[in-house]
């Protein structure tokens, strides 16, 4: 059975920082697409961030206009897990945080929610203004 599960949520304030981590376990994701969504009260869920691999041992991470120069994805094949570092947090930024996983290389709008096979259960972030 494939997990997803996120950590490294909470309240921060405005300015600030947090890390999180998605570790995955029941298979690996290593050169697979993992990335993260968000959704806040009231929205629909929305892209945040994407590592997809590019080939030998090298990935590009992509991120949202939104969050552009302030958040910023990698991962760890080798512990299965994908983080986002998330610095200079803004309330807008307040929101649940989905970890993501895809079972196919290169699925074209990896912006879209509906072509990921496995989701997290999510943690929240929360930033004080």
């Known amino acids: 059975q494939v997990r997803l599960v996120e950590s490294g949520g909470g309240l921060v304030q405005a300015g600030g920082s947090l890390r999180l981590s998605c570790a995955a376990s029941?298979?690996?994701?290593?050169?697979?697409?993992m990335g993260w969504f968000r959704q806040a009260p009231g929205k629909e869920r929305e892209f945040v961030a994407v590592?997809?691999?590019?080939?030998?041992?090298?990935?590009?991470?992509y991120v949202a206009d939104s969050v552009k120069g302030r958040f910023t994805i990698s991962r760890d094949d080798a512990k299965n897990t994908v983080y986002l570092q998330m610095n200079s947090l803004k309330p807008e930024d307040t929101a649940v945080y989905y970890c993501?996983?895809?079972?196919?290389?290169?699925?074209?709008?990896?912006?879209?929610?509906?072509?990921?096979?496995?989701w997290g259960q999510g943690t929240q972030v929360t930033v004080s203004s």
């Open positions: 590592s997809r691999w590019n080939g030998g041992s090298t990935y590009s991470g």
């Open positions: 029941g298979r690996t994701f290593s050169t697979y697409p």
């Open positions: 993501a996983a895809d079972e196919e290389r290169y699925r074209s709008g990896f912006y879209n929610s509906q072509i990921y096979d496995y």
